[in-house]
């Protein structure tokens, strides 16, 4: 049983758009309560196009949402009408956003693999036979490679962030973990303090913020916002750290647990984090 809200993005008219598609696979491999949807299409009204005929793309991108945990990716759909060929791909993504499983179909074909450890493991096949008749695949064995597979998330990620307003994490993260080798490797940094709370200055720019308390509280900013946060740990809690993307907070470890941005222990975490950042800011302000 599930939810459904949808928008459908496009420059006119209407469009006849299957929101449901794919959701058989969400349904057997992940979870459609509360599912929102946002749909873009290009080229919807399937104007043919010099030399290639109609050309059709439907992107739908599938998430949960809450009032307190956000948005929290589950799926996206491409659907392609490409001349003679229509298929489909469906993204399907866990928690932690790690991508899980990968679908291809079309009316007389369907393949699904499960991605684990890097490898694509094919769990269920229909119409292997035809796939050879789809020429715009090129070479289908090097099209269905975990890094082909991979390369086209990603690009699927990107337009997510563009139409959801949900980052892609693993970019996200290789970003914070930039900046936070960046500041630390600053020099000439000016300092002030209040209280128990230090703030670091790249010029006029607060860049980082050490609160000496029980536990040492550091706090990275990328312009005026919380990027990363890590707190030590003691006797009694484990160290923590809080990656952010403005005010989107996308993934918290406690000790060696990577908590789910859709559990409340990330929250109640995470909101006191955000707390606790925010009257240190101030200060400086």
């Known amino acids: 049983m599930f939810v459904l809200f949808y928008c459908v993005i496009c420059t006119y008219g209407y469009s006849q758009i299957d929101s449901r598609r794919g959701f058989q696979y969400l349904a057997e491999f992940s979870d459609t309560n509360m599912l929102y949807t946002d749909i873009v299409c290009s080229n919807y009204d399937s104007d043919p196009w010099p030399a290639v005929g109609i050309?059709?793309?439907?992107?739908?991108?599938?998430y949960s949402y809450s009032n307190r945990c956000g948005e929290s990716l589950s799926m996206i759909s491409v659907h392609t009408d490409l001349s003679a060929i229509e298929y489909s791909e469906f993204f399907i993504y866990d928690v932690f956003q790690n991508l899980t499983y990968y679908v291809y179909s079309t009316e007389e074909t369907e393949l699904i693999f499960h991605i684990e450890n890097k490898k694509?493991?094919?769990i269920r096949e229909k119409g292997g036979e035809k796939f050879g008749e789809n020429y715009f695949l090129g070479e289908p064995d090097n099209y269905f490679d975990y890094s082909e597979v991979i390369v086209r998330s990603a690009v699927q990620l990107k337009m997510c962030m563009y139409l959801s307003g949900i980052p892609d994490y693993n970019k996200e993260l290789d970003a914070v973990r930039e900046l936070y080798k960046r500041i630390n490797s600053l020099t000439g940094l000016r300092s002030e303090t209040k209280g128990e709370v230090t703030g670091f200055y790249?010029?006029?720019d607060l860049v980082k913020m050490v609160v000496k308390a029980d536990v040492t509280k550091e706090y990275y900013l990328n312009e005026?916002?919380?990027?990363f946060a890590y707190y030590t740990g003691n006797d009694e809690t484990p160290e923590l750290r809080l990656y952010c993307k403005?005010?989107?907070m996308f993934r918290l470890l406690y000790g060696k647990e990577n908590l789910a941005k859709t559990s409340e222990e990330f929250w109640d975490k995470a909101e006191v984090v955000g707390e606790e950042f925010f009257?240190?800011?101030?200060?400086f302000k």
């Open 120 to 122: 694509m493991i094919l």
């Open 202 to 204: 790249d010029g006029d």
């Open 224 to 227: 005026n916002q919380l990027a």
């Open 55 to 62: 050309n059709r793309c439907e992107r739908a991108v599938h």
């Open 279 to 283: 009257g240190a800011f101030m200060l």
């Open 246 to 248: 403005g005010n989107y």
